[in-house]
């Protein structure tokens, strides 16, 4: 069996054999560079965010390096995600191999000295000299390697990077981990006009933020994994002022910065219409300082074992919001000052979605609708830039 036989059988519906057989290197020549060991190590660190450990195929548990036309490259792909990261340094002789990132990245890390140098022979070991230093591990040719496809760069959205890593922080915490349902491991990205909005469910609980873009862009409407986003959320180090530029393609989404690119893989399907499942309406609505509401319900999980699951039930009256949870370890009351307008309300929620959501929001008083025990409560501001929609907990069982 080829390799892509191979890669088809293991991926049948992660990977096209066609993006791999059109992206072999040919280049199994020696190499011969030298570069700065912090510098090494930051594209190191970048290029492992694609490598998962879990792969029943040695090469991609392997980082490629590759000097060729002028530039050094780190690689790694997992089939699902794959990075490039241009690197500075001196090339002495154009080439590329493939070396196992775990012991690869080890032993950079501890080098003594500022300056790396790293050569391979035609038996494919490769050589690593650092002041006294020197070691030399076995490599292997790359080609079999599945180089990232070149995609058309289409369709370009440009954001800050500040702003796509706030993004992803405030609604990955409720993407799924059940991939029975495909959809709801990924993020929905929908950009309209100037508009980007990032939906993010797991069945219990909808995260989605609003972010005005500076530019006007057609319509897109894509759903990205969120190990992607987890990913490149580690990598991206940015402020208001450091752009990036997302590129999309019917089957791709591709990130560039920073001399890095981040290719993944979109999840096929359609994602739910969330749009019904939002309401304006409300017989409740409580205004209250985030921060004690958070710790307050942080101090309730302390009564609460894992196994147990048990609610924390939130009684609401005039100017008072009061917490309450009786478990196997004992039991716990605390009251909140709030500002109410309409009826009160005795409701159970899981803690850890109410703790998520307010984790994430940076404002100092947040906003809550509720409209009976058993339907869905609204945490959103006056504007939508963002909206957590969190389902409660039936206290009467």
Known sequence: MD???????????IINTNDITNNISENTA???????????????NIVLKAISGK???????????????????????????GIETILEGEIIEEGSIAVKAKVFSEIIRKLPSDTV???????????????????????????????????????????????????????VFS????????????????????ELKVVSLDGHRISIRKVQLAGSYPDI????????????????????????????TDNHILFEFDNTIVLSRLIEGEYYQIDKMLSSDYE????????????????T????????????????????????????????????????EGKDILIGFNPRFLIDALKVIDEEEITMYMINPKAPCFIRDKEGTYIYLILPVNINS
């Open 301 to 340: 999980t302390l009564m609460i074992k894992e196994s147990e699951k048990k609610p924390v039930l939130v009684d609401i009256t005039d100017g008072n919001m009061k917490f309450a949870i009786n478990s196997s370890i004992g039991s716990m009351n605390e009251e909140v000052d709030i500002t109410k």
């Open 284 to 299: 409740t609505k409580i205004t209250v300082n985030k921060k004690n509401m958070l710790d307050c319900i942080d101090r």
């Open 30 to 44: 020696l190499l011969n560079i030298t570069c700065n060991k912090n510098k090494l190590l930051d594209a190191i």
């Open 55 to 81: 792969s029943t195929m040695d090469i991609l548990d392997c980082i490629v390096i590759e000097a060729k036309d002028g530039q050094i490259k780190l690689i790694s792909n997992d089939l699902e995600i």
């Open 3 to 13: 390799i892509t036989e191979s890669i088809n059988d293991t991926f049948p519906t």
């Open 175 to 194: 993407i799924s981990d059940n991939e029975n349902a495909k959809v709801m491991t990924g993020e929905l990205f929908e950009i309209h006009d100037s």
């Open 221 to 248: 409407s894509v759903i990205v994994p969120g190990k992607t986003l987890i990913e490149i959320s580690k990598i991206l180090t940015g402020g208001l002022d450091n752009e990036m530029a997302i590129y999309f």
């Open 117 to 171: 140098k790293l050569t391979a022979d035609d038996n494919y070991t490769l050589f690593i000299n650092a002041g006294k230093s020197k070691f030399n591990i076995a490599s292997r040719p790359t080609g079999e390697f599945p180089y990232l496809p070149d995609i058309e760069r289409n369709n370009k959205v440009v954001i800050s990077q500040f702003t796509l890593k706030e993004i992803i922080r405030q609604t």
